[in-house]
């Protein structure tokens, strides 16, 4: 059996920044949100390793031998940044000031995989459980803003994608409530369907 877990806590402190028109994204806040990413992945330390395929042309990936085991992982292709028009960074982190996330991965054989990630923001917190009946998690693609898409690909299994208005909400009450209901009622089913599609 493997076993891994990791709990990551990461605040970021940016300064007010104005908001930029929608459709776009400053190079500032692209990078910001790549840090934030990265920083998710990079200090995880666990010996055992884990199968994953390359994806190639990667947006940005990082390669590691205490890399919650995998070998490689990459944040694949099409991360998308599309800001809206009324959000700014400074916004952005006020609602999602904290990430935290927590794996268990366990493997007997062939069985599957799973894994639980936590995004907190100060006011709520989306918690995702990956489950699988067969094949390895290839690539996890998460659009950061405002949030135009979470997409997993599992190898075997058809992709699928969330609209991002589904899954956070920037007022401060709905937030909690928005991304329960997203989970409960998007992101499962869609999961569930990807993978009997596969079979």
Known sequence: MIRASF??????????????????????????????????????????QLPLRDVNDPAFSLSAGNLFGLRFLNISGDVKTTCGANESIAEFVAVVPQVKGHYNWRSRGESPLSGDLVVEGRNGAFTGRLRHVRGFLRSASLAFS?????????????????????????GNNAFNKAVRKTTT???????????????
């Open 7 to 48: 709990v990551l806590l990461v605040v970021f402190a940016i300064a007010a920044h104005a908001s930029v028109p929608n459709g776009t994204c400053s190079d500032e806040h692209v990078n910001n949100v790549r840090r934030l990413l990265l920083a998710g992945f990079a200090s995880l330390d666990v010996k055992e």
């Open 146 to 170: 405002h949030f135009s898409a979470v997409s997993i690909q599992l190898d075997g299994v058809s992709s699928f994608s969330v609209p991002g208005s589904k899954i956070i909400s920037l």
């Open 185 to 199: 009622n998007v992101v499962s089913p869609a999961l569930k369907k990807a993978v009997q599609a596969s079979e």
